[in-house]
């Protein structure tokens, strides 16, 4: 806890701020996914090649923002990618 109260209110302030945006960015990327996956158990790979290259967009957006750290971002889409290449 800080020692001037009106720096933990203000931390507190930033803290809720920061967190509503990464809720708002992380269901971003579960949508984008989702939508990869309904196209790949659909087996129809044109489509699931377009919400691929949406989800990377997605992805490597919510990894500069810091809601992903750039390790996990990258795991999520290389097992997407794998899910794609195994359509074929």
Known sequence: MAYVKGSAEKRQRQNEARRLRNREVR???RTAIRK???AVEAKNKEKA???YVSCQKVIDSAAGKG???RNAAARKK???SAKLNALA
């Open 49 to 51: 090649g377009a919400a």
């Open 67 to 69: 809601v992903f750290h």
């Open 78 to 80: 290389s097992r997407l």
């Open 27 to 29: 269901s971003e990327v």
């Open 36 to 38: 990869f996956l309904e």
